[in-house]
């Protein structure tokens, strides 16, 4: 029999925390009916006003069902088992997780191809890229209803075109941060010193012209000598650094124990993750108005297709 394509309205959000809170807030304001359900505690006092809060599941059917639970893969995969049993398989099924397998949290379905990845950057209601990942078999007809969506909601979605790993963000923003911490453990730079080069060279620099775009600036072949020169000697190791271990073992695991990299003590963890939000809120219209709209089309790469294509 076949589906009748209709398009996305009612949104059933799973888990209550922080993801969930701003992602209810951002597809509320894009005008779809939106309920946080968690059927293990009342409402909290933090759910936006802009949402209904249910610890049953709602009677009605809803059109998309995304999961922001922890990231732990036997968790997700009964969450999504029990979305399908009590629906019957007919809403798009998606999960926010950052880096777990998406086929293997797909296992127990029946309707694979309404499920998919739906991954936001933190704060939710603020980036406006979101990573839609695609299942094995993922339809198009489910991509091109999410895509709608969140395109209603104000957001570009960043198409992954098969199943990976830690997706695009979380690739880039680890292999990154997997250098860092080896220069940080190895004493050739300090925490403040990364961070200054990550808020005063990369991040202007790359919102300017991006990643690739600078390098066509600079030229491809300077950039392939200086790959020659330095890719040998970083950091291969295939193992998280020691030095996150250690502060964590210390008890320094970021604003909320006062410690992490930093001293964040008789400092509000609430008014520091606020403000560095309200920040990347005015800097993301300032980009939009100012940068955006000058933007390159990619070209068609050797061997791959479309630049496009993922």
């Not at 926010?96 to 694979?112: C, K, M």
């Not at 739906?118 to 339809?139: C, G, K, M, N």
């Amino acid at each position: 029999m076949k589906r009748e394509k209709k398009g996305i309205r009612r949104i059933l959000l799973v888990g209550s925390g922080v993801m969930s809170r701003g992602i209810g807030m951002m597809f509320a304001a894009g005008g779809f009916d939106v309920t946080i359900h968690n059927p293990r505690r009342d409402r909290p006092d933090n759910i936006p006003a802009e949402c209904a809060y249910s610890r049953a599941l709602p009677e009605s059917t809803p059109d998309l069902i995304l999961e922001s639970v922890p990231e732990d893969l036997e968790v997700k995969r009964m969450v999504h088992a029990a979305m399908e049993q009590a629906y019957g398989g007919e809403p798009i099924l998606a999960t926010n997780t950052s880096g777990l397998p998406i086929d293997d949290i797909a296992e127990p379905l029946n309707v694979r191809e309404r499920f998919l990845g739906i991954h936001f950057f933190t704060p939710a209601q603020v980036s406006p890229l979101v990573e839609v990942i695609r299942s094995a078999d993922t339809s198009e007809e489910t991509v091109v209803s999410v895509v709608e969506a969140l395109g209603q909601c104000g957001k570009r979605a960043l198409l992954v075109s098969r199943p990976i790993v830690g997706h695009l963000w979380n690739r880039l923003q680890h292999a990154i941060l997997h250098e860092a911490y080896h220069l940080i453990e190895n004493g050739i730079a300090t925490p403040s010193d990364i961070d200054a080069i990550a808020k005063e060279l990369l991040g202007p620099r790359f919102c300017i012209t991006g990643l690739l775009e600078s390098k066509d600036i600079g030229g491809l072949a300077i950039h392939l000598q200086s790959q020659e020169v330095i890719v040998p000697h970083l950091c291969g190791s295939r193992e998280p650094h020691g030095i996150l271990r250690r502060l964590i073992g210390d008890g320094r695991q970021g604003i909320r124990s006062g410690k992490g990299f930093f001293d964040w003590k008789d400092r509000d963890p609430d008014e520091i993750a606020a403000t560095a939000a309200d920040k990347l809120r005015r800097l993301n219209a300032f980009l939009e108005r100012e940068i955006r709209g000058d933007e390159p089309e990619p070209a068609t790469l050797p061997g791959t297709g479309s630049a496009r294509d993922s």
